[in-house]
């Protein structure tokens, strides 16, 4: 039985992952596998469209394999498969070999920043990786790979400690995830100090207010200094680096945290709404205008997650109208008799496993999954349960860590939305249950 997804090799804590198409980076298949646990080593073998990855154990492997014999693996669009390796083990040998992460103790850190949310500068930096020892040295900048810094410490011990402690940690709550290797620069220079880059053993070297001079070292394949990250550039990192075409950088709305959303009013209320917009970040409060039947005010926990909202939302189809969402010129509601508060909701989806939660955010998709269901749950369970809201074209009950979790293919975005917006939060055989969209494909 379970030769389907043990293949031909013994369990291991690595594993080959095949079809790793150009387009494919490392921080994609960090995102797919992270959620089973940390993963500790990744080789891309870019000459044959593979890639191994060793996860901190042989459990999170086996959990990582069980759940996508279920549900197929796709990353931007391309279907990836995967199997236990023949290693046991990734050697620093063999990383070399494939031009791997390279891991030999050294007392200069290369860190890599996922998801890169908000700003992040010199003075970030220092006070995340002090604690750990004196930092000698900080220079950043952007490379391929996504946003970089070099951290020198005046002793290797403690750029040992600060690996060990802050790997794949975020720096901010849900975002700017921290991916630290041993560089193998023996020194970093600095020529400036400023929000790029700052030597604090030389407290004199002058600011370069006018950009980096040509002599000085680049690191990497740096071609200029990373700027300072105004509010619109740190929302542009959540949407592959650049801006939705709506949104001008210079525009103050970027930190509003209210958005106007048009609906079809006699079908709509705040806990439906409520449903919608939590899957893009925590909502304070909701305000249906009873001046302006077909419009409401949602409040959203900050402003990056409304303006995740708008631009997920925006077209939208639900009950057979269009929603428009936009940035309010209310900076926030007041609370009232006629306005619903969330702030204390427990139903509100990031105030746990925020990362998870800001990484599966997508526009409406005809696929949802539901959790926390009933242990005995069945598929036919299910589908009466969801039925009203449209023909249903497939649909599978898993088991992930011992929870019953279900895949529901509906037949278009709009009767997906409404399923969701219905039935989010409602009970199925005395269990509260959960849906958001899937960004599968296909069950």
Known sequence: MCCSWFGMSEPSKVIHVRNVGHEISENDLLQLFQPFGAVTKLVMLRAKNQALLQMQDVS????????????????RGRNVYIQFSSHQELTTMEQNTHHGRVDEPNRILLVTIHHMLYPITVDVLHQVFSPYGFVEKIVTF????????????????????ARTSLQARNIYDGCCQLDIQFSNLEELQVNYNNERSRDYTNPNLPNDQKGRSSHQPAYGDVGVAYPQMTNAAAIAAAFGGGLPPEHDKQLGYLIMFSCTCHFFPQRIDEDKLFNLFSLYGNIVRIK???????????QMGDGFQAELAVHFLKGAALFGKRLEVNFSKHPNITPGTDSHDYVNSNLNRFNRNATKNYRYCCSPTKMIHLSTLPQDITEEEILNHLQEHGPIVNAKVFE???????????????????????????????????????????I
């Open 60 to 75: 999170a492997a086996v959990n990582a394999l069980q759940f996508y014999t279920n549900v197929q693996p796709s990353i």
């Open 142 to 161: 952007q490379k391929s790979a996504g946003f970089q810094a070099l951290v020198q410490y005046q002793l290797q011990q403690c750029a040992a400690s």
């Open 288 to 298: 249906l205008l009873r001046n302006k039947p077909d419009h409401a005010l949602v």
């Open 400 to 442: 992930m860590n011992g929870k019953k979790q279900a895949l529901v293919q509906c037949e278009n975005e709009e009767q997906a939305t409404e399923a969701l917006v219905c039935k989010h939060a409602t009970s199925l055989d005395g269990s509260i249950i959960r849906i958001s969209f899937s960004q599968l494909q296909t």
